[in-house]
């Protein structure tokens, strides 16, 4: 059997450690038993987990690691303990080119923070971006950056996220030609800062030679209707979307369940509803949407959710081997060359 | 009977116009008979909607107003009109102390152009602010500002914000300590941007003497908690909040719906669980919460969602009325004066 992509795992960031870790590891082998693990960690405990997973006997190298990032850890603090932690570790291990991606359950700051000093950001991109994939209406998620890795974002800033998301989109979603929308508070042409004003005059003059479809201005009510593929924003409006989409999903799901605890009448409606409502339930769970991705390094890193179950490791270890098999990477080095090699043009016949 | 607050509607705004203007005014009449109304728009339209009303008679003076605003007109468009509209002419009525506040359903960016030209900002306020409540799992709405007004804002907008969102949840919502906190995108001090560091030093500092209780940073998945009473943050995060939290409250419930179609075994469920699924429905139909608020002008302008129905225009006149008969332009005056004072002996003393 050829050898698949190799995943470095923090296995020692996360709620639940180990453990969790470890048992999406042996649940994504199930899916695509081409996988090599490295673990980094306590040798001993993570030993211990491995043994619990027969399935990935041959497929695991365990690297121990005296220490772990705790989740309230400054990343100037974490970033000087790179070399002995599990975290710091897995990271180097990418840039040792002795795994194609890493991933990690722990602290983002710390991880974001570790990632970039170790992998850098890659030529022609001034600044890494955090993707993630919001569920929708439609049939596909849609991908979702800048999440915090930058609070002010220049209009340059916006153009790379824009061509990132889209290559992330080409490649992990397989959509050949993405639609991709900047994140404004109106769709009018003249909304919005400055910043995002020229990011959208920047990328509808490229329009002709981009391998995607920008299409202007997008507001914070159509994010998940299924008709757009990529939503770009700064960092600081990104995190806002996101954690208010997280918690009025809550807050509904919250309404719902008051609403069918009220009666013995509405209690026997649920007991009715209950298998059409796990599917709900389902495109709910974040663990199905798990694997935020820094993009824009010479490196790939995923953080997945501190709180992911197994199945939510097991995909974000999926988004991972999505991106190493499409060569992302590649991609948008490509792309970007493109998109400066006509704007030069564009420039120099003005 | 004495005489109640005197209510300007701009009767041509909104996308059902006079009908459901007129209606949601027969409505507000209903809960409380001491209501004056002035309506503005086309004499004749607007006379045939109140006479099929027979409360109103009496309550009611018709202005003929020759326009109206678009719902896509420029607000730098629309202001020149200000005379000859039906929502400039309602908001002229504030202005000339014709009434005590007005309300329209009409094109948000040009009631806010004209209401900001014709009213002008409070002493003490720099820009003003537009505010609205969010539903939330507690006993209480949230109030929040800005929802859109001022795209970037300085830490001395931040804080004059916090102190009118406050004084309306004093007032309106009758809170007499409310829970105020800054949107951002984590909760320790050092996160997010300069303006909204600054910001919380300054409310911090007043921690002593403020009419509110100031409790630092909150992000967006809390807002719908029901543990804090005002949300403060520039314009643009705010629609972008205000937005994200309507399109997934309204992306959640899209797949209830589906899953409730799902399967024979499912519609049954639903047709038991109705009367409870009603109650979610009410919570999170947006008439209940309807009636944004313009704060820091020299009066109170109400702006009623454009869809609004009769029950929610109804809100919107309720929101109005008691700003009105909690005179909250004072109360803001007062509270401004107030922080000031201590503020500059803070200075002096230093």
Do not use: W
């Not at 005296?66 to 975290?87: G, N």
């Not at 910043?195 to 509808?204: G, P, S």
């Not at 600081?236 to 369940?257: C, H, M, P, Q, Y």
């Amino acid at each position: 059997m050829s050898s698949g992509p190799r995943i470095a795992i923090d296995a020692m960031g996360g709620d639940s450690g180990p453990a969790a870790m470890v048992a999406g590891a042996a649940r994504a082998f199930r899916r695509d038993s081409t996988l090599q693990f490295l673990f980094y960690g306590d040798e001993q405990i993570v030993g211990a987990e491995v043994a619990r997973h027969q399935n990935l006997k041959g497929a695991v190298t365990i690297v121990h690691s005296p220490e772990s990032i705790d989740a309230s850890e400054k990343p100037s603090q974490a970033i000087r303990r790179a070399r002995t932690t599990s975290m710091g570790m897995a990271i180097n291990a990418v840039k040792e080119e002795k795994a194609d991606a890493a991933v990690s359950g722990g602290n983002t700051g710390a991880l974001m923070a570790m990632a970039k000093l170790a992998l850098r950001t890659m030529p022609g991109i001034d600044r890494p971006a955090l993707a993630a994939l919001l569920p929708t209406l439609g049939e596909q998620d849609c991908v979702m950056l800048d999440l915090g890795a930058n609070t002010e974002c220049d209009a340059q800033n916006l153009v790379q996220f824009a061509v990132m998301g889209a290559a992330y989109a080409r490649t992990v979603l397989s959509i050949s030609k993405p639609r991709v929308k900047l994140l404004n508070i109106g769709t009018e042409e003249l909304k919005g800062t400055d910043e995002l004003k020229e990011a959208a005059a920047l990328l509808r003059e490229a329009t002709d030679y981009l391998p995607f479809r920008f299409n202007g201005f997008t507001e914070g009510d159509q994010l998940s209707r299924g008709e757009l593929d990529v939503v770009v924003t700064d960092g600081f409006s990104g995190n806002i979307a996101l954690k208010t989409a997280e918690g009025t999903a809550r807050f509904v799901t919250d309404l719902l369940r008051r609403a069918f605890k009220s009666s013995l009448r509405s209690k026997a409606g649920f007991a009715l509803s209950k298998p059409a409502l796990n599917l709900l339930k389902h495109h709910l769970d974040p663990n199905n949407h798990n694997g935020a991705v820094f993009l824009g390094l010479n490196g790939l890193v995923v953080k997945s959710h501190g709180g992911a179950n197994p199945k939510g490791v097991a995909n974000a270890i999926g988004v991972a081997c999505g991106m190493v098999r499409n060569d992302i990477l590649r991609k948008i080095g490509d792309d970007l060359d493109d998109f400066r090699a006509h704007a030069f043009a564009n420039e120099a016949a003005q």
